[in-house]
Each structure stands twice: as C-alpha cells, then as structure tokens.
C-alpha cells in the first residue's frame, strides 16, 4: 500500500486538495439560491374602527400594555400577576421556545461536515480454502483500523441555509406563540374573575330580595290571620319566597366552578382562590374606565402575537420551499478519510503495527450527485411545501380579518352595554319603588297582593338584569384588549419558566448557556 501511494499512480495531497476546491468552488462562484422568498400577503383593513367617533372610545393614544390595571382592583393585579408564574398551559408554551432554540442549533450545525467521526475497528476474517482470493494468503487474520472520516456538502443551493433560516422563523413564530398565550391568560383570568365577582352580586342580590319577599310573605300572613285577606295572598308570597331561596344554591354552584376554574388558571388546587378573593377589599363587579383606547388597526398588526405567529410561520414553509427545491439540483460535496491500518495472522505482520509509519492511509477528493431518476417524488415534494405555504398565507389573511372582527365586535358590545346599563339603572331603580309603593297600597287595602308579588318578581329580574350588564361592561372591554393583543409586552426581562424547573431540566440534561445567556425570548418582530 505505502509503495503505491508513493507512486505515480496519485498525484501528491497537496495537487489534491487544489483540484478539490477547485472542482467546488467554481460550481459555488455561479451558484445561487433557489425557491421563493417570502412575500406578506395582502390584506384590506380600514383604517379606523368603526365605532372611532364614540365618546367611550378614543384612538389619540397607543393602547396600554397594563389594561388590567386600568379597572382598579388590587386583587386582580395579583391573581394576573401569580398566572404569569405559575400557568402550566403558559409555562408549556415557554418550553416550546427551547424547543425551537435547540432545533436552531441542529440546523446551524448543518452548514458544516455533516459526517464528523472518529472510527476503530477489530474485524477478524476466516477465508474459505476455496475462495479464490485465499491463494498464497493467510485465510486467518484480524484488521484493525483506526482514524477518522469527513463529509462536507457545499451549501450551493442554500438548502442549509435556508434551513437555518427556516428554524430562525419558527423560533420568532414560538416567542409570538409565547406572548399569544400570555395575552390570552391575562385575558382568561380577567374574564374569570369578573365572573366570580358576577356571582357573588348576584347572590346578594337574591339574598336580599328574599328579605324583601319576607316582609311581603309577614305581610300576607298578618292580614290572612285578621281576615283581611284570603289564603291565596299567602300562597303566592310562599311560592315567591321559595323560589327565589332555590336560586342561590344554583348560583353557588356557578360561583364555586367559576373559583376552581381561576384556581387551575393559577396552576393550583381548587380553593386556593377563595381566602384571596373573599380578603379582598374590592367587592362588585370590576368597573372599567369611562373612556377605552382602542388606537388602530395597523397597531393591531404589529401587537397581536397570534397574527406575528401566522407570518413567521409562514416565513419558515417559504424556505422549506427552497429546502425542497435544492433536491432538484447536483449536490457538491467533498469527502475525506484518514487513518491507520494493520493486519494481524501468520506470515502478515501484528497489531502492534497499527501506528508504525507504513500504515496510513487516507482516502480523499470531491463527489457530485445529482438525483437524476426520482419518478417526480422530489417536484412533488416541492408541489407539497408550495401548497402548505399558501395554507399558511390564506392563514395569516383570515387572522387578519378574524381579529379585526374581534376588536369590531368587542367594541361595539363595550359602548352598547354601557348605554344599556345607565338605562338598566333607571328600570332597576323605578322597580325598587314600585315594590314599596305596592307594600304601602297592600298594608292599606288599596290593591290586592298580585300587584305586590309583580312589583317584587319586576325588582328582582331588573337587578339581575342590571348585574349582567355590568358584567358585559366589563367582559365586553376584557374582550376588546384581548382582541387589541395587549399585556405580552410586559414579560420582556423577566424569566418565561421557573427556576426550579430549570434546575430539574439542568439535572438531566446538559443545556449550556440555554437559561443563563438569555432569560426572556428575544423581542418579536415588532412592526
């Protein structure tokens, strides 16, 4: 072997290694990237609301980030605040990033030798008397082997770089994920609350109408005892008193679902919720401000996450185009290995030979390939990213136009409820004095007791009325910055996943600088 090598058989390693990077650097110098780059698809958005002219709503400001803090209610701020840390759909959503940061790395990690390896071997050969290659041989004998292969593929179609590139998106497209899911929880636990506090007025409510009933039911039976009146006053009274009593239990029930459901928003057993909200000084409906800003709907763009998420989604299938497409197209690439070798038997020599200086040797030189026959599978695959891609743009368009519907209808619904609570007020507050006057007229004789047991179910449905206009106030304005793509921005410095579990992830597995270098995804593309 080693007398070969010195002949005139192959030309000398450095003659070599010329003609190599010759043979792919020329190919490199006229190559180019091929597949599309990525175009935003277009979408028709008016450039104000529709509901911009109403004095509840202005569009002279940016949106706030804090919306929540907005309704005045310590309690609030605090259960938003431990959801943050302690969500375990959240805290999910933030691995993803990892996830995606990983799988960044595997795809810059492409654009180098992709075959790196050290190799050792012991192979022990028996050859048959009859084999034609035992002649004048040992037909006993091991092989030993050592050394190390290489293979590099020239990145003459950018397929490793568009890779890099398409994992790049997908990362950004998790941060927006990431901040989409915060926005969403901040909204959820808002909501919840507000139900909670729903319940507890209209529980209230129901308790102190059954106060009122119970005059009314004294009454009757005061003036049924003297004779004034017949037993059928009575009946009615009790069958009034009754039912509004089977109420609260039905309402307690919605009240303690509606704490285990803030409970596991939290990431807690339920009940843990209840010795914070009944501490509370804030009792009642949460009240938002009188005037909301909504800014516009080119700042929805940029702040609502789901939709950043969309396009960087669609950004990543756009490479995976130009991935597929390099298939199409000879690949380049230079191979190498080198090593030492020794063959132990009989007559041929001993192991301890392997590293003696007549026992390299390597092997070196370029490689083309080109996928000549493929029966379409490769132009297929491209045919079947291309139409992924266009999923994901009619994706993106009607995310657009789904969240300018949500922000529409949130506002209309928010300046709607608020005009029909302040004439909601005017009924509930005719209705207290309706049942007054009813008790006045029946303690004199003046009407009978239908008139009473009308004013007072007329009181209790027009409070109950007033309560779940109250709560769409503010389910309604919740709503509306949820539609806006507010609160994600108030994560930026601060940690997306605990430290005890990025203890427990150290533990097992070795994640480098992954924690450390950065403890909050890096901003998304604000526009």
């Known amino acids: 072997m080693s007398r070969w090598c010195r002949g005139s058989a192959i030309p000398s390693l450095r003659s070599w290694l010329c003609r190599s990077a010759l043979f792919l650097l020329v190919p490199a110098a006229i190559g180019c990237a091929v597949g599309p780059e990525y175009v935003r698809p277009p979408v028709a958005l008016n450039s104000e609301w529709n509901q911009s002219n109403d004095s509840l709503v202005t569009t002279q400001a940016r949106a706030d980030s804090a919306w929540w803090k907005e309704l005045g209610d310590p309690t609030l701020d605090t259960l938003i605040a431990m959801s943050w840390n302690q969500n375990l759909p959240l805290q999910v959503t933030a691995l993803r990033i990892y996830e995606s940061?990983?799988?960044?790395?595997?795809?810059?990690?492409?654009?180098?030798p992709q075959i790196q390896a050290a190799f050792a071997n012991a192979t022990g050969v028996g050859l048959s008397e009859k084999a034609a290659n035992s002649f004048f041989l040992d037909r006993q004998y091991w092989d030993f082997q050592a050394g190390f292969d290489a293979a590099w593929e020239l990145d003459l179609w950018r397929k490793y770089g568009?890779?890099?590139?398409a994992e790049e998106a997908s990362l950004l497209a998790s941060v927006a994920d990431y901040d989409d899911a915060l926005v969403s929880i901040t909204?959820?636990?808002?909501?919840?609350?507000?139900?909670?506090?729903?319940?507890?007025?209209?529980?209230?409510?129901?308790?102190?109408?059954?106060?009122?009933?119970?005059?009314?039911?004294?009454?009757?039976?005061?003036?049924?005892?003297?004779?004034?009146?017949?037993?059928?006053?009575?009946?009615?009274?009790?069958t009034l008193l009754e039912s509004t009593r089977a109420s609260i239990p039905q309402l307690l029930i919605g009240l303690q679902q509606a704490e285990n459901a803030l409970s596991t928003l939290l990431g807690k057993p339920v009940g843990f919720v209840r010795p914070l909200i009944a501490t509370g000084a804030e009792r009642g409906i949460p009240a938002p401000p009188t005037q909301a800003v909504i800014s516009v709907p080119a700042e929805m763009l940029r702040r609502r996450p789901d939709i950043r998420s969309a396009e960087f989604t669609a950004m990543a299938q756009s490479e995976r185009i130009g991935i597929a497409r390099a298939d199409m197209y000879p690949s380049f690439s230079l191979f190498g290995t080198i090593g030492t070798q020794a063959t132990e038997g009989g007559r041929i020599g001993s192991a301890a030979d392997l590293f003696s200086p007549g026992s390299w040797f390597y092997a070196f030189g370029p490689r083309l390939v080109w996928p000549l026959f493929n029966y379409g599978r490769i132009q297929n695959n491209v045919r079947v990213q291309d139409a992924r891609l266009q999923q994901l743009l009619v994706d993106y368009q009607n995310k657009v136009l789904s969240a300018a519907q949500e922000v529409e209808d949130a506002v209309a619904g928010y300046t709607q409820s608020r005009d029909a609570v302040t004439f909601q007020q005017n009924a509930a507050t005719s209705a207290e004095r309706s049942v007054r006057l009813a008790f006045v007229q029946y303690r004199e004789g003046a009407t009978d007791f239908q008139r009473v047991l009308d004013a007072e179910r007329a009181?209790?449905?027009?409070?109950?009325?007033?309560?779940?206009?109250?709560?769409?106030?503010?389910?309604?304005?919740?709503?509306?910055?949820k539609a806006l793509g507010g609160g994600w921005e108030l994560r930026r410095g601060q940690p997306i996943v605990p430290q005890t579990m990025q203890e427990e992830m150290r533990n097992r597995t070795n994640w480098g600088d992954y924690f450390s270098k950065q403890s909050s995804p890096p901003p998304s593309n604000d526009r």
Do not use: C, H, P
């Open 162 to 165: 568009r890779g890099v590139s």
């Open 101 to 112: 940061r990983a799988q960044l790395g595997i795809a810059k990690g492409r654009q180098w």
């Open 187 to 238: 909204a959820e636990v808002a909501r919840t609350y507000s139900v909670i506090r729903t319940y507890e007025a209209l529980i209230d409510q129901a308790r102190a109408n059954v106060v009122v009933q119970e005059d009314g039911q004294r009454i009757a039976r005061s003036r049924f005892r003297n004779g004034a009146t017949s037993e059928l006053d009575l009946s009615q009274a009790t």
């Open 459 to 481: 009181l209790l449905q027009q409070q109950t009325s007033l309560t779940q206009l109250q709560s769409d106030v503010a389910t309604y304005w919740i709503a509306m910055y």
